[in-house]
């Protein structure tokens, strides 16, 4: 790798690290740095061929084999760095405290028929032992990733006469005589795993420190890949070789031995998650796509992953995935809880996952630090009996359900609906042949006068409920499908985690990232507080833009931004940032002449999802496109009259011009298409299509607006001094120069209540119109149930000419 890349990152006048400069020694040095940067992290440096090939370990080295420990291959450093230690300003790469944690000498152990450790790192596996004062013994260090700009390795520490059974942590070396909570045997690839399970959740929530992701409704499925042999079963051990045949056959294409842990489902023509359809699931004759959603690793290539972080195991799939038929990443999306709550329930989904970002994986343990949260309530229950029907017209009234409490199978409620024709025989075939003399509960269930008919506990059904009433029964079971994947003594009520997040905050310096479209969008600080009036946060913001962006991007791509900041809120102070060099990779820019600046100035460019929440995240509450597109910025898309009160008027005074205005418009046979400026005044938007120059366009707007002046002398001005305006109305056409910005449609205010821009109908200029009746909580449903009223607006031009003649008679 050599310097090259060390120097680049780093300014020697300003940082103390020592120059890159090519070491002669070459006498198999190590160091062990504590860095103290954005996020602590340990540095491992080995000395081989005059330079330190480094790795950062975010949770430190340790002594105990069962602890794989993430390694992330970093720019190779000079020798000399083996003994720095200090502040890195800053402002430099790496800013922070360095210390010494550990250091000493190390030697490389033959591995695949070589001793040299370049060889041996170039395949992915690199041999050493350690004499340090902290670290001895033998390590390896295994690449898990293949290409070669892939930097993920492990470093595993390997049992000899140093290692460890007791907790390892860097941070506090070994704590003498306390054996490990969590000591975990490896996992066997020839005997089936029990998956990790979730507690409930009751509410939605947002946290920096915590991933979300869809929460599907199948089979949970395991996944056992072993010298291309490939075994898949349920949580209890089913094998599903046969009936997801499809599946089995997509992953023995995976050149790995490996364990996935994911949800089998079914998705309908419409695309959406159908359970009754995976529950009779047949190859021929299912309508619907077979899918295996992959959302953990367990092991790899013949290391457990299990105690990995989360995010870590994750981060290794989607690689291992790529390209299989029906086998999908299930993504997660960091922090944004609520917001993937929400499109999950309008999708018709149950609900979302929510998991510890740093959790470990503990095989068949119920876990707090993973959550599933639900829009409606659902449970498996133990089909103990049933009884008969009221009408005679089923052939069965209701099904007697049970669970288990405190290993006594009790009485849960009565479930009579859910069911088809088709499922009502084929249940009550399988109730024949499990005919049952006696009650399975002690005592005897409230069954309202109906004869009970009992079977033994052995079917499992999944059904869907309002709530639990106080004495413990469903109230308004519904009938979902049989489970076939889950032992009845597993069947008891679901519990609630008792310190779940629901109402934890973030700190307010905690930054995270958003996943969209592939792009990891930096977010950070999503519980400040932007409008105090309201406490509306930065996440609120974000949040919004993530619901509008459909709507609001048509109105932004391709055009110049003029970016209003307002990182600590609307009461704090903003500015205008037009220039803007450091951006992340992708995020476009254009660069525009500047004539007042004598320079290009590099504009920003929002054209996709990703850009509109990074400038959210800025701190850009309004966005402020230009009025002309960057393959033509001297011809305008459409042309603007701003009309803009001043404190004296009334927003009723506002929409009586406006209203002057569509009798103007009127009369020049032409569609104008207005919207509230989210503050005080009203934009009404004339299409243009790019036909005429700015100067023909504020030209033009300028006649109109001595139209509108005409009918209202009084109350409106044309003069753009405020001190000449004397309280009246001023009909503002120079907003339409080149490089002069409006807030967008659908654009949120840096105003007390947060209100939006927001496109009208002409008939909703009335009494009832406030600029408060949009805020960036309501516009959301506005738009999904009005849609887009701003679109003409992008579309064909009005024709000035014939404009002109009508308005002159």
């Not at 055009?559 to 992340?584: A, C, T, V, W």
Request: proline share 5%; glycine share 6%; charged share 30%.
């Amino acid at each position: 790798m050599g310097l090259e890349d060390y120097k680049k990152k780093r300014k020697f006048d300003k940082t103390p690290e020592p120059e890159g400069e090519i070491g002669e020694e070459n006498q198999r040095r190590f160091v062990i740095q504590r860095h103290q940067a954005t996020r602590l992290h340990y540095d491992l440096r080995l000395e081989m061929e005059g330079v330190l090939k480094s790795w950062a370990v975010p949770k430190g080295p340790s002594q105990n084999p069962e602890d794989k420990r993430l390694a992330i291959q970093t720019e190779d450093h000079p020798v000399k760095y083996l003994s720095f230690h200090g502040v890195i300003p800053k402002g430099n790469y790496g800013a922070g405290v360095m210390d010494i944690w550990d250091e000493g000498t190390y030697n490389v152990l033959e591995s695949k028929g070589t001793s040299n450790p370049v060889a041996q790192i170039n395949k992915g596996d690199l041999k050493i032992e350690f004499f340090g004062k902290k670290i001895k013994g033998t390590f390896a260090l295994v690449h898990t990733q293949r290409g070669e700009q892939k930097n993920q390795w492990l470093l595993i520490k390997k049992k000899d006469k140093y290692s460890t059974d007791l907790e390892y942590d860097a941070e506090i070396f070994v704590e003498e005589g306390k054996k490990s909570a969590q000591v975990r045997k490896s996992l066997n690839l020839d005997e089936y795993v029990k998956p990790m399970l979730a507690t409930s959740a009751k509410e939605i929530f947002k946290d920096p420190n915590w991933v979300f992701e869809l929460k599907w409704d199948g089979y949970r499925v395991v996944a056992n890949i072993k010298d291309g042999e490939v075994d898949i079963y349920s949580r209890n051990g089913i094998s599903y070789n046969s009936k997801f045949a499809s599946v089995k056959k997509a992953l023995e294409n995976i050149p790995h031995n490996c364990i996935l842990d994911g949800e089998v489902i079914v998705v309908n023509k419409e695309g959406k998650n159908d359970f009754q359809k995976l529950q009779k699931y047949d190859a021929k004759t299912t309508k619907g796509q077979l899918q295996y959603q992959v959302f953990d690793l367990l092991h790899l290539n013949g290391m457990d992953t299990i105690g990995l972080p989360l995010v870590e195991r994750k981060s290794l799939l989607p690689e291992i995935l790529e390209g299989l038929d029906n086998v999908l990443y299930c993504d997660h999306i960091e922090a944004m809880g609520p917001t993937l709550y929400k499109r999950a329930v309008d999708a018709g989904m149950e609900g979302v996952m929510a998991k510890k970002a740093d959790s470990t994986y503990v095989p068949g343990y119920r876990s707090e630090y993973w959550l599933k949260i639900k829009d409606v309530n659902t449970e498996e229950a133990i089909i103990c009996g049933y009884t008969d029907s009221k009408t005679g017209g089923n052939l069965f009234g209701s099904l007697i359900l049970g669970m288990y409490k405190d290993g006594v199978l009790t009485y849960v409620g009565n479930c009579g609906s859910g069911f088809s024709t088709a499922e009502q025989k084929m249940l009550k075939k399988k109730f024949e042949k499990l005919k049952a003399e006696e009650r399975p509960f002690k005592k005897a269930p409230a069954l309202k006068g109906r004869k009970p008919y009992w079977v033994k506990p052995e079917l499992i059904c999944e059904v869907k409920f309002t709530e639990w009433t106080n004495s413990g029964v469903m109230r308004h079971p519904v009938y979902k499908g049989l489970r076939k994947d889950k032992n009845p003594e597993e069947i008891v009520p679901h519990q609630t985690a008792k310190n779940s997040p629901t109402q934890t905050k973030t700190s307010s310096s905690s930054s995270t990232s958003l996943e969209v479209d592939g792009i990891s969008v930096p977010v950070s600080n999503l519980d400040k507080v932007y409008w105090p009036d309201t406490g509306y946060t930065k996440y609120d913001l974000i949040d919004y833009y993530l619901h509008i962006s459909e709507y609001i991007l048509p109105y932004l791509i391709d055009r110049p931004q003029n970016l209003n900041r307002h990182p600590n809120g609307i009461d704090k102070p903003s500015f205008y940032q037009k220039d803007n060099e450091i951006l992340p990779h992708w995020i476009e820019t254009f660069k525009i002449y500047s004539e007042s600046s004598k320079k290009k100035i590099e504009y920003l460019l929002c054209q996709n999802e990703a850009t509109l929440l990074y400038m959210a995240n800025l701190g850009c509450i309004e966005i402020n496109p230009w009025n002309s597109v960057i393959q033509d910025l001297e011809h305008p898309t459409y042309t603007v009259i701003d009309i803009d009160p001043s404190e004296k008027n009334t927003f009723s005074q506002v929409k009586e011009v406006a209203l002057a205005a569509k009798e103007v418009l009127d009369l020049a046979k032409i569609e104008g298409y207005p919207k509230t400026s989210g503050s005080s005044g009203i934009h009404i938007y004339i299409p243009l299509d790019g036909k005429y120059t700015y100067d023909e366009a504020r030209d033009f707007t300028k006649l109109l607006c001595y139209y509108i002046k005409e009918k209202l002398p009084k109350l409106t001005t044309m003069e753009r001094a405020l001190n000449k305006r004397n309280g009246r109305i001023y009909l503002d056409f120079l907003q339409n120069r080149r490089g002069q910005t409006l807030a967008a449609p659908y654009c949120v205010r840096p105003k007390k209540g947060a209100s939006v821009s927001a496109p009208l109908e002409w008939s909703e200029i009335n009494s009832k119109l406030e600029i408060l009746n949009f805020t960036l909580k309501n516009m959301p449903e506005r738009v999904e149930n009005l849609g887009d009223l701003f679109l003409p607006v992008l579309q064909s031009g009005i024709d000035m000419g014939a404009a002109m003649e009508n308005l002159m008679g």
